[in-house]
C-alpha cells in the first residue's frame, strides 16, 4: 500500500492543534461511529470556528482509523 501523499505533506499533529478543535474532533468521530447524524450536523459547524488544515487532517485520519 503506498502512503498517501497529502498525510506525508501534512502530517497531523494533535499536541499543536487548538484544544477545542481536539475536542471537537474526538466528539465528531464519537458521534459517526455512533451512526448519529444530528450530532454530526451540530459539530461540524463547531469545528469550523477553531479547525485549521492540521485539524481537519486529524479529524480525516481519526475518522478512516477509527
Known sequence: MRPDPVHLAF???PH???PR???SI???VAAVR???DAAIRI????????A???ALFHLREQLLTQ
Open 16 to 18: 499543536r492543534m487548538d
Open 52 to 54: 485549521d488544515t492540521s
Open 43 to 50: 459539530l461540524l459547524p463547531q469545528l469550523a470556528t477553531v
Open 11 to 13: 502530517p497531523t499533529r
Open 26 to 28: 474526538e466528539r465528531i
Open 34 to 36: 455512533d451512526g448519529d
Open 21 to 23: 478543535a481536539v475536542e
